[in-house]
Nanobody, 121 residues
């Protein structure tokens, strides 16, 4: 299983960016997909997650600025980030909890390669 993230880049404070991540390989289902981020010198932290049924969960710092969506058929997850702040600067990682073969398969976690988001003040 591979996760390929795209998007990110440099944006001014108050601007918007979108991230996308596509899963490929032998996949039966992906119960949960998520975005994490890691700023220099800090631990990786959850930004948002979305279940297969569309239920979402956001970190408090998102404060309504970000929206996570997924396409189950395409095995993709996206993160639309609005009203970006300098403190949102970090490497953003997508994560997928995957069942590879059937409903009884163990759920394994896979990570994307990370994409840099830089917000200038």
């Amino acid at each position: 299983v591979q996760l390929q993230a795209s998007g990110g880049g440099l944006v001014q404070a108050g601007g918007s960016l979108g991230l996308s991540c596509a899963a490929s390989g032998t996949i039966f289902s992906i119960p949960v997909m998520a975005w994490y981020r890691q700023a220099p010198g800090k631990q990786r932290e959850l930004v948002a997650s979305i279940a297969r049924n569309g239920d979402t969960d956001y970190a408090d710092f998102v404060s309504g600025r970000f929206t996570i969506t997924r396409d189950n058929a395409k095995k993709t997850v996206s993160l639309q980030m609005n009203t970006l702040k300098p403190e949102d600067t970090a490497v953003y990682y997508c994560k997928a909890d995957v069942k590879r073969y059937n409903v009884y398969s163990a759920t394994k976690t896979y990570w994307g390669q990370g994409t840099q988001v830089t917000v200038s003040s």
